[in-house]
C-alpha cells in the first residue's frame, strides 16, 4: 500500500475498530430486537386476556340483569303497567352500563286485549337522563326483531348481533334477551342493551401504547374499533378482501373461531407490519384483539441503536484523533531523519540529527545515522589524505623519474655529424622508475664506450641501484682499462655490502669508431645481435660472465669482433626478447633476429622506433618489464 | 609453480616445476629459507621440470644459495637445460655455482619432505 505510515497506523486501528463497532450494533440490534418482540408478545397477550376477560365479565353481569329480571317476571306476574315501568328504571339506575332495558311481552300475554305490549326504558343519547316507553305502540313490532324471536325460537338466553336499533334506542347496539314461561308458556322476553358506542370508548379508554383495541362479532363483523365508521359496516374479511391481505383473513378465521392468538400482519391502510394479538370474549362468542405497529415496538430499540451509533462514532472519532497525534509525535523524527538524509545525498555530510527527547528506536537510529555520518566523515577525510599523500609520493616518484633519465645520455641524435657511425638509444620503463640504462660516451677520441644493463626488479630500489652501477661503471672506465678489466671492478665494488643481493647484467663494450674494433666483455648480459651487411644477423660470441653484485671474484673475458660498414649492432635487455602474449608467447631472440633482418637497412632512430613498436604491439597487456634498446651501426 | 622436497641421503633436493618469476619467487624464496632454518645443509635445485627463469629467479637462487653458503653448507643446481640453462648460463650462474648435470650421482631418494 502506497501510503504514508500515518495513515497505515490510522487505518490499522481504526478499520478494524469500525468493524468490531459495526458487528457490536449489529448483535445489539438482533437482541433487542427479539426482546422487544418477545416481551411486547407477552404483554400484549396478558393485555388482550385480561380486557377480553373484563369484557366476559362486564358482559355477564349484564345478562344477569336480564335474567333475574325474567325469573321475577316468571315467579310473580305482573299486574300493572307502572310496575314494569318502575323496574325498568330500577335496573337501568342500578346498571351503569345497561344503555337500556325491555320487558317485550307475547301478543295478549299481560292483558289478553293488548296486542303488543313492551314497556323500554333507555338513557338519553347524551347520556344524562332516562326515558320510557312502550315500543308496542306506534306499529313497532318487535315480534320480527332478532331479539325477540331467537330467544323465543330457541328457548334460551341469546346475546343478538350488534345492529341499529330503529324506533327505540336509536344507537347502535347488541341486546341480551332471556325469554320468561309461566305455566309451560312463554310470556315474553327480557333485554338489555349494550351501546356499541359504551363499548368503543371502554377500548379506547385501554391503555395500550400506540396501538389499540377492537372486538369483532362471531361472523367477523367489526363491532368495536377506534375508527367508528368501520363499525357494523365492515368485517375483517371485507377488510382483508378489499386490501387483498390473506394474512388479515386467516387472522379473521382464528378470531370467529374463538381462538387466543398471537399473529403480524400487514396493517390493511399502511402496509407496515403490526402485531395482533387475540383473545375470545366467551359469553357473546366475540373475539378481542390488540394492535401494536411493530414499528412501535421496535422505536426503544432503535432509539438505543441511535444513541449507540453515535457513541462508538465519537469514539472512533476520538481514536482517530488520539492516531493523529501520536502518529504525528512517531513520524516527525522520522521525517528529520529523511530530510537530514537528503541532504547527505546532496553532499553535505556536516549534517546530525538531534534534539530528541525520548529513548526509542527512532532515536536510536537516529544516533546510528549520526555515527554512519561521522565514520563517513571521518573515512572521506581519511580518503582525502590519503589521496594527497598518494599525489605527492607520485610528484616525488616523478621528480625521481626525471633525475633517472637525467642519468641517461640525453642529446638526441647524439654524435649528429659524424659520418663513420651512427647510434641510438631506447629506454622505456614498466613503472615510473626503471631498472634498465644505457649509456655511451667517448673514453677515449676514436673510442666509444657502450653500456647497456638490466638491475634485476623494478623500481626505486632498482633505480637506486642503477644508478649506483650506471656512476661507478662509468667512472672506473678509462682508456686504459679493457672492458673485462672494468667489469670486474665494478662487479668486486657493487659486490660489496649488498645486503639486499640486488644484482645488474651489464654488457660493456669499447668500439674503434675508426677501424670498427669492438672489444666486449659480459656481465650476464644477454648477448647484442650483429646484422652483417651480408643478411646475416647474428648472436655476438658471449664468454658469459657473471651477473655483477652477485659474486665479488666473478671473473670476466674480454671478446673481440669487428664491424664493417654497413653492420649494425644492437643491444637490448631482456623486455625485449621476453614480451609476452598469450597466443604468440614471447617475442624471442628469433623474433627480434627477424625484424633486425628486415630493418637492418634504416636509420638507427627508426630501427629502435620500429623495435619498439613491434615490442608493443606483442605485449598482450600493460608493460611487463623494462625495454631498453641500443643501435649502433658502422656508416663507414 | 610447484615445489617438492625430495631427500637424496644428506641432501635435500627441491624440484620446482612451472615458472620462477617475479610472482613465484618470494614462495620459493620462503620455502628454501625455512628449509635452512630447519638445519639443511645440502640442497639441490632440480630445474628438470622448470619452464621459465626470470631476473627476479635468478635473485632469489643466489639469495638461497648465498644465505646456505653464509650457513656453512652447500648450494647446486641439476638438470638445467633449454631455455633454462641458456638464461643460467648467461648469467653466469652456471660458472658460480655446482651445476649437476643428473641426480645419478646422489644416494638413492630415502624420504619426502
Known amino acids: ?636 | 609453480m610447484q615445489i617438492h622436497n625430495e631427500r637424496y641421503g644428506a641432501s635435500l633436493v627441491v624440484r620446482v616445476a612451472g615458472r620462477l618469476d617475479a610472482v613465484s619467487a618470494p614462495a620459493f624464496e620462503a620455502h628454501c629459507q625455512q628449509a635452512i632454518e630447519g638445519g639443511e645443509r645440502a640442497m639441490i635445485l632440480d630445474c628438470g621440470l622448470l619452464e621459465y627463469l626470470s631476473s627476479a629467479g635468478l635473485r632469489s637462487i643466489l639469495i638461497v644459495a648465498k644465505s646456505l653458503g653464509a650457513a656453512g653448507g652447500d648450494f647446486a643446481l641439476a638438470n638445467a637445460r633449454g631455455v633454462v640453462r641458456e638464461v643460467l648460463e648467461i648469467s653466469g650462474f652456471l660458472g658460480m655455482l655446482r651445476c649437476l648435470d643428473s641426480l645419478d650421482s646422489l644416494d638413492a631418494p630415502t624420504a619426502q619432505g
Open chain 1, 1 to 636: 500500500m502506497n501510503c504514508s505510515i500515518r495513515t497505515k497506523l490510522i487505518l490499522a486501528i481504526c478499520l478494524p475498530l469500525v468493524a468490531v463497532y459495526v458487528l457490536l450494533l449489529v448483535i445489539e440490534y438482533r437482541l433487542g430486537k427479539e426482546q422487544s418482540l418477545a416481551q411486547m408478545r407477552l404483554h400484549l397477550a396478558e393485555l388482550a386476556a385480561h380486557q377480553a376477560a373484563r369484557l366476559d365479565t362486564q358482559l355477564t353481569d349484564l345478562a344477569q340483569v336480564a335474567r333475574s329480571t325474567a325469573d321475577f317476571l316468571a315467579t310473580f306476574p305482573p299486574e300493572k303497567e307502572d310496575m314494569l315501568y318502575g323496574l325498568i328504571r330500577q335496573n337501568l339506575a342500578s346498571n351503569p352500563r345497561v344503555f337500556g332495558t325491555c320487558v317485550a311481552f307475547e301478543p295478549g300475554a299481560f292483558k289478553a286485549d293488548l296486542a303488543r305490549f313492551a314497556p323500554y326504558g333507555c338513557r338519553s343519547p347524551t347520556g344524562e337522563g332516562l326515558f320510557t316507553i312502550d315500543i308496542g305502540k306506534d306499529g313497532y313490532d318487535y315480534t320480527r326483531w332478532d331479539w325477540y324471536l331467537l330467544p323465543k325460537l330457541l328457548g334460551r338466553p341469546v346475546w343478538t348481533d350488534p345492529y341499529f336499533d330503529k324506533g327505540a334506542g336509536e344507537v347502535l347496539m347488541c341486546t341480551y334477551s332471556v325469554p320468561f314461561h309461566r305455566g309451560g308458556r312463554l310470556q315474553g322476553v327480557v333485554t338489555v342493551d349494550v351501546s356499541l358506542e359504551h363499548l368503543r370508548q371502554a377500548m379506547t379508554d385501554i391503555d395500550i401504547e400506540g396501538g389499540y383495541c377492537m372486538i369483532v362479532s362471531g361472523s367477523g363483523t367489526i363491532v368495536s374499533h377506534p375508527r367508528e365508521s368501520l363499525i357494523m359496516s365492515e368485517s375483517v374479511f371485507s377488510l382483508a378482501e378489499w386490501y387483498e391481505l390473506p394474512e388479515l383473513a386467516a387472522l379473521g378465521r382464528e378470531m370467529t373461531a374463538g381462538n387466543s392468538a398471537v399473529r403480524r400482519i400487514p396493517d390493511f391502510e399502511t402496509g407496515r407490519p403490526k402485531w395482533a394479538v387475540i383473545a375470545p370474549v366467551p359469553s357473546t362468542g366475540w373475539s378481542l384483539a390488540a394492535m401494536v405497529p411493530e414499528e412501535h415496538v421496535l422505536a426503544p430499540v432503535y432509539a438505543r441503536l441511535n444513541r449507540q451509533t453515535g457513541l462508538l462514532l465519537t469514539g472512533l472519532g476520538l481514536t482517530a484523533l488520539a492516531m493523529l497525534v501520536v502518529s504525528g509525535w512517531i513520524t516527525r523524527p522520522l521525517k528529520r531523519l529523511a530530510a537530514a538524509a537528503r541532504e547527505v545525498a546532496r553532499g553535505n555530510l556536516d549534517v546530525r540529527v538531534a534534539g530528541f527527547r525520548s529513548r526509542d528506536e527512532v532515536r536510536e537510529f537516529a544516533d546510528t545515522f549520526n555515527r554512519m555520518l561521522d565514520d563517513l566523515t571521518s573515512s572521506v577525510e581519511a580518503r582525502i589524505r590519503e589521496t594527497a599523500a598518494r599525489e605527492s609520493m607520485e610528484r616525488e616518484m616523478q621528480i625521481a623519474r626525471q633525475i633517472q633519465q637525467s642519468l641517461l645520455p640525453k642529446v638526441r641524435p647524439p654524435f649528429c655529424g659524424r659520418a663513420e657511425f651512427s647510434l641510438d638509444a631506447a629506454n622505456e620503463p614498466a613503472r615510473v622508475m626503471a631498472g634498465d640504462f644505457y649509456d655511451f660516451w667517448f673514453v677515449a677520441e676514436d673510442r666509444l664506450a657502450l653500456v647497456i644493463a638490466d638491475v634485476a626488479g623494478k623500481g626505486p630500489p632498482a633505480a637506486m641501484f642503477m644508478a649506483v652501477a650506471r656512476t661507478v661503471i662509468r667512472s672506473f672506465s678509462t682508456a686504459n682499462r679493457t672492458p673485462a678489466e672494468t667489469l670486474s671492478i665494478a662487479n668486486h665494488l657493487l659486490a660489496e655490502e649488498n645486503e639486499e643481493q640486488m644484482f645488474v647484467t651489464v654488457f660493456f663494450a669499447q668500439y674503434n669508431v675508426c677501424t670498427g674494433e669492438l672489444i666486449y666483455a659480459n656481465g650476464g648480459h644477454n648477448p647484442p645481435l650483429v646484422a652483417r651487411q651480408d643478411g646475416r644477423v647474428e648472436m655476438l660470441d658471449s664468454p658469459g660472465g657473471a651477473l655483477l653484485a652477485a659474486w665479488d671474484d666473478a671473473d670476466y673475458e674480454n671478446r673481440q669482433t669487428r664491424l664493417d660498414p654497413g653492420d649494425l649492432l644492437l643491444l637490448y635487455t631482456d623486455g625485449v626478447t621476453e614480451a609476452c602474449n598469450e597466443e604468440a608467447g614471447m617475442f624471442g631472440v628469433d623474433g627480434l633476429k627477424g625484424l633486425v633482418l628486415k630493418l637492418q637497412g634504416a636509420p638507427v632512430d627508426q630501427i629502435c622506433r620500429e623495435v619498439l613498436q613491434c615490442v608493443n604491439d606483442h605485449r598482450h597487456r600493460e608493460a611487463q618489464d623494462d625495454v631498453t634498446l641500443l643501435a649502433l651501426k658502422r656508416e663507414a
